[in-house]
């Protein structure tokens, strides 16, 4: 059983910047990440990263967000700059456990909301 805490969000203007952060407790994960999901939209991937340091970035966030973390702390932050009014959402932490079976966690959400 895997515990995520999810801090950070909030409300910024156009342009500014916010950091999410996702505590996992409970077991060693290998992947984390964060989905997205706007009103009346589908969840979204935004970024992953795994234990090496491998990340992946969806096309609408390239150059703006950065996903990173401390295998130390089972932790993980996103970094969002540039921040625009279409990434408004309930962003959603996530992480794969790294036992076999691999199972999948999720974290409460935090609301993003960047105002115009």
């Known amino acids: 059983q895997v515990q995520l805490v999810e801090s950070g969000g909030g409300l910024v203007q156009a342009g500014g910047s916010l950091r999410l952060s996702c505590a996992a407790s409970?077991?060693?994960?290998?992947?984390m990440g964060w989905y997205r999901q706007g009103t009346g939209n589908q969840r979204e991937l935004v970024t992953a990263?795994?234990?090496?340091?491998?990340?992946e970035y969806a096309d609408s966030v390239k150059g703006r967000f950065t996903i990173s973390r401390d295998n130390a702390k089972n932790t993980g932050f996103l970094q969002m700059n540039s921040l625009k009014p279409e990434d408004t959402a309930v962003y959603y932490c996530?992480?794969?456990?790294?036992?076999?079976?691999?199972?999948?966690?999720w974290g409460q959400g935090t609301q993003v909301t960047v105002s115009s």
């Open positions: 990263i795994t234990s090496g340091g491998i990340t």
């Open positions: 409970g077991s060693i994960v290998s992947i």
């Open positions: 996530y992480v794969d456990t790294r036992a076999l079976p691999s199972r999948r966690y």
